[in-house]
């Protein structure tokens, strides 16, 4: 009965559980006095501990949030300070009790682990100290009347077997829940239990049974009455035969980067591909062959660059990027070409620049040491801003270049502008239809490269905005200008319109001279610590064209800016002061997010509004994405919580809908939005992060793509923390024990009218026909599918198709509402077909020598089709695992068996193989005083050896008078009393011989006599 359990506070999509832990390694170690005495065997649990007892399992857990708070504290979280303040747990303590169970079971151990672990105890003067072993799996002996129950390990997981003999009943087990607040079924047949600090989720339950050498599958499910829970098994099963319930107790976690890897920026391309930016603190990014680099450069940390398909199932290519000291990627962005736009900030003399870049030298700064709690980098020798480009592929970098001046460029580092955590890596790069880039940044340079003609060629405070216009092969600088004023300045954002004519730039100031224009909505700073600012350029020159600030008399910044089709502004920001909310627009009172809409020449407003938890005097989430779609509607994403501790909130009591993916949030999590054209309302909102984790980002910007779909970088799984993930991603496990770079690709489609399918995974059939269900998610008016094999249908709504053959199959599916602000929406998918593989194992069995006393055989099973397997291995021994080495110490002939079984497909197979193990014989004389070769058959011939190890022998035979008369170097071989062919007359003969042993060389020689009598 397949019954996974996880640990954990909440669930959203995966199962979750606090995991500052090595990697797995469950065991069972025996109690020889370490314990109290009603212990048999104990399990070290990563959020307790299991103990085993006669008549149950007893469970020792910790909350995995107060795990998370205590590990972050202790350890300084992000800042790496720690921290001495004294923690108070709450921990709960459960048994699962088996009523009317055997009270004095017998248990026993099987795969003894190779090590012992020591207990030494201090009583008094006396010191005491025991041994105890450790095992794979621990057995529970007749724990019902012909029922055994079997604990163990199985790589990740730790499961349990009720066993149930022919002839017990089922009906004898149950279990009951001591000490837990509740236990419920929920939906999909789950079983919930409540405890005090969080809850333990079982999965339904599973039960088969071996018939004719087949798994077959037994209905079953879990009975619920208070606190015990029983099995049901509706359709009954085939009580003369065995029968086999197994729970499967999973305990989820993250593989990826085996080194600490944060997550920073994220950005799409028009197929759907998901690429995601970070840094990696050294070797262990999963880097791609044949990536630009897979190897780390060296330094503090890496840019690390990962591309995935549309389903985030493969991994296109993975690489690193960056020099001997730090690298970090502040926006990514992908060109018409499929290139990957990649902005960011680099301490390294040594960043990989191309021929006749704008700037192939790092120009360098001043020594600049974040604060612990920002950032553990350290750029020693200043910082410069880069711009590369890979190829599609990930193998080649097309363009790379430095910017910057005589100080340091690229970092937002300005006290009152640096206001929430990961602020210094804002900035942003686009490109426009001819693959020309842009760049909005941050420069502490009054030397930056700046071009003539623009509205600004001087730096004016000690940081300054900057923005510019570089050719596709980043080798000239179209434009470029300062933008600031006599204090504090920095570009965080910039987009084009749609014909590409206009350039807007928003960001954050501290300056009260900033270049305003005539007529727009703040031709003043509005006062407090920082105001925002929008800004219009043209495209084609970088001359200024319109400005205005955006603030009231306390803290606001402007973070990220669209603009619609029509041209109107569109801006993302914070705010701690009474910002302007128009009329009959969705508001939340004391909402510190702003969204602002200002008209193309910033002269007016066409909306402004406040959300989020009605704190205000904490900003709740820091922005990271933005995005109006053509139907107006209004997709922000962000993140808050415990990492942004210095000025920021939490997610606590922000809007979410009914049908939010998330409704509650531990405080430290992501919150994706979306609001109705002009804000007239909200469409949608969610959180979206794990019970005990602080999901953030360490910089840079995501995005969402024009159907609303969000594209989020995210430093997940700090501290294995978990993150929730979906089956079949390209990694659902963190391999390291800090941060691993998440990528989150959720669609929030508000458009009206979107194709909107669910495509099929690839297909694995097990026999002709070839039929594929296709799911329109979202049932549009109308609709058109091709299927990408000659054949299409048109409203079909979710069609079912037959395909004629395996393959990969190009899909189309339009979806149609000739009354929406979209009328058609087109999606392209591929959809691949093949059969199941039958079923095979591989047996590698080294070469038998002569010598050999013992043989080491590895059994492989290859294929994915295999719900369960079994490895006979011919001496009474077997084994579930995919991959077994075993030693055969004693000599014989072994047939080892595998069975491979399908339930899918209802299917199994069987492979064989003897093996042989040679024995290993002493040499042995069987050399009688006399014999007698006179034809009766009776003693005729003489014998010398019955067996032996020999590799050489020899051996002759003299008469009395000294003259030899017969010699063999035959083991085998005889003597039948003649010398050729002439008969020897009877007599005594004399014979010495030698044998060398074949296995350790050893030569021995022998010598007798035998009397020859006819």
């Known amino acids: 009965m397949a019954n996974r359990i996880a640990f954990l506070v909440s669930t959203i999509i995966a199962l979750n559980c606090f995991g500052h832990r090595e990697k797995v390694d469950y065991h069972f170690t025996e109690n020889v006095g370490q314990l109290s005495s009603e212990v048999r065997y104990h399990c070290k649990l990563h959020i307790g501990d299991l103990f085993l007892v006669n008549d149950g399992f007893v469970f020792d857990l910790f909350s995995s949030n107060e795990l998370e708070q205590f590990y972050l504290t202790k350890h300084g979280g992000q800042n790496g300070k720690g921290s001495n303040h004294m923690f108070q747990f709450n921990k709960h303590c459960y048994k699962m009790s088996f009523v009317g169970g055997n009270q004095q079971p017998k248990f026993e151990v099987l795969e003894e682990l190779g090590f012992k672990k020591n207990f030494i105890e201090m009583s008094g003067s006396k010191l005491s100290q025991a041994s105890a072993d450790s095992y794979r799996k621990v057995v529970y002996k007749e724990v019902y009347a012909g029922i055994d129950l079997k604990v163990y390990s199985s790589g990740e997981y730790l499961k349990y077997d009720f066993i149930v003999a022919p002839g017990a009943s089922t009906g004898s087990i149950k279990i009951d829940y001591q000490g837990v607040d509740r236990v419920r079924m929920l939906p999909g047949g789950m079983l919930e239990i409540v405890l005090s600090n969080g809850m333990v989720r079982e999965m339904r339950p599973y039960a088969y049974q071996i018939i004719d050498g087949q798994q077959v599958s037994v209905p079953c499910q879990f009975q619920v009455k208070e606190n015990q829970v029983s099995f049901a098994l509706p359709a009954g099963y085939d009580s003369s035969r065995e029968l086999v319930i197994d729970p499967k107790l999973i305990f989820s976690g993250y593989s990826g980067a085996t080194v600490d890897n944060w997550g920073f920026t994220a950005t799409y391309d028009n197929d759907g591909n998901f690429y995601a930016g970070g840094v990696a603190f050294g ?447 390209y990694s659902e496990t963190n391999g390291s024990d800090k941060c691993n770079l998440g990528a989150v690709k959720i669609g929030l489609d508000f458009t009206d009218v979107s194709a909107d399918v669910n495509p099929p995974l690839d297909q694995l059939i097990c026999d002709p026909p070839y039929v594929i269900i296709f799911d329109e998610n979202k049932p549009a008016p109308e609709n058109y599918w091709n299927f990408g094999d000659g054949n299409s249908a048109q409203n079909a709504g979710s069609p079912t198709h037959e395909y004629a053959d395996t393959g990969s199959y190009e899909v189309m599916y339009v979806a149609i509402d000739s009354t929406a602000c979209k009328k058609r929406d087109t999606a392209y998918f591929t959809v691949k077909v093949a059969q199941v593989l039958p079923i095979d194992a591989k047996l590698k069995i080294p070469p038998v020598q002569p010598c050999d006393t013992s043989i080491t055989v590895q059994l492989i099973s290859y294929v994915s089709s295999v719900d369960s397997l079994v490895w006979d291995l011919g001496d009474g021994t077997t084994m579930n695992s995919d991959t077994v080495d075993y030693t055969y110490t004693q000599p014989g002939d072994y047939e080892v068996i595998f069975t491979g079984y399908d339930l899918d497909c209802g299917r199994d197979s069987t492979i064989s193989v003897t093996i042989t193990v040679p024995e290993i014989k002493d040499f042995e004389e069987v050399i009688p005083n006399i014999f007698t070769p006179n034809g009766d058959s009776q003693n005729d011939v003489l014998k010398f050896v019955k067996s032996g190890d020999v590799g050489e022998f020899y051996l002759e035979i003299y008469n009395r008078w000294g003259r030899k008369v017969y010699e063999t170097d035959n083991i085998f071989g005889h003597w039948n009393g003649t010398d050729g062919e002439k008969d020897l007359k009877e007599g005594v003969y004399f014979y010495h011989g030698m044998y060398r042993k074949q296995c350790n060389n050893e030569v021995h020689k022998f010598k007798g006599a035998v009397t020859l009598a006819r």
């Open 283 to 729: 070797t262990g990014f999963p880097a791609s062959t044949g990536a630009y680099s897979e190897t780390f450069a060296g330094g503090d940390m890496d840019v690390s660059i990962i591309k995935y398909d549309t389903s985030g199932s493969k991994r296109l290519y993975a690489t690193y990027l960056g020099g001997s000291n730090g690298d970090e990627p502040h926006s990514l962005t992908v060109d018409n070409d499929y290139n990957l736009v990649i902005y960011g900030a680099t301490g390294s003399n040594d960043f990989p620049t191309t021929q006749n870049a704008i700037s192939g030298s790092f120009a360098g700064g001043e020594n600049l040491t974040f604060d612990a709690s920002e950032l553990i980098t350290q750029f020693t020798k200043g910082s410069d801003i880069f711009i590369a480009k890979l190829d599609s592929s990930g193998s080649k970098l097309l363009a790379s270049t430095y910017l910057g001046g005589a100080k340091n460029d690229g970092l937002s580092v300005a006290g009152d502008l640096k206001y929430n955590y990961a602020d210094h890596a804002r900035g942003e790069v686009v490109v426009d239809a001819q693959n020309n880039i842009y760049f909005a940044s941050s420069s502490n340079s009054n030397d930056f490269p700046i071009t003539n003609g623009t509205t600004t060629s001087t730096a004016y405070g000690e940081f300054d905005a900057v923005v510019g216009k570089l050719s596709p092969d980043l080798t000239t600088i179209i434009w470029s200008t300062y933008l600031g004023g006599a204090k504090d300045d920095a570009a965080y954002s910039l987009m084009l319109t749609e014909d590409g004519k206009k350039l807007y730039v928003c960001g954050g100031t501290t300056s009260s001279d900033l270049p305003v224009s005539t007529g727009v909505i703040g031709s003043s700073y509005g006062g407090g610590s920082a105001d925002g600012f929008v800004a219009g350029y043209d495209a084609a020159s970088g001359v200024l064209s319109h400005l205005t600030y955006l603030g009231t008399m306390n803290y606001d910044q402007a973070y990220i800016l669209d603009v619609d089709e029509l041209g109107d502004v569109y801006v993302f920001g914070q705010t701690l002061g009474n910002y302007p909310v128009s009329d009959a627009v969705y508001f939340n009172k004391g909402g510190t997010q702003f969204i602002h809409s200002l008209t193309e020449d910033l002269t007016l407003t066409n909306f402004s509004t406040r959300f989020g938890s009605g704190d205000s005097s904490k900003v709740n989430i820091a922005p990271t994405a933005f995005m109006v779609d053509n139907c107006g509607n209004i997709y922000v994403s962000g993140w808050g919580g415990m990492v942004n501790n210095a000025n920021g909130g939490t997610t606590y009591n922000m809007p979410v809908t009914p049908n939010a993916l998330q409704a509650s949030t531990n405080g430290s999590d992501f919150y994706f939005a979306v609001f109705k054209p002009k804000m007239v309302d909200i469409h949608y909102a969610t959180f979206f992060g794990s019970s005990n984790g602080n999901e953030h980002v360490d910089g840079g910007t995501s995005r969402f793509d024009s159907r609303g779909t969000i594209y989020q970088a995210v430093c997940a799984g700090c501290n294995q923390a978990s993150f929730p993930t979906t089956s079949g991603v």
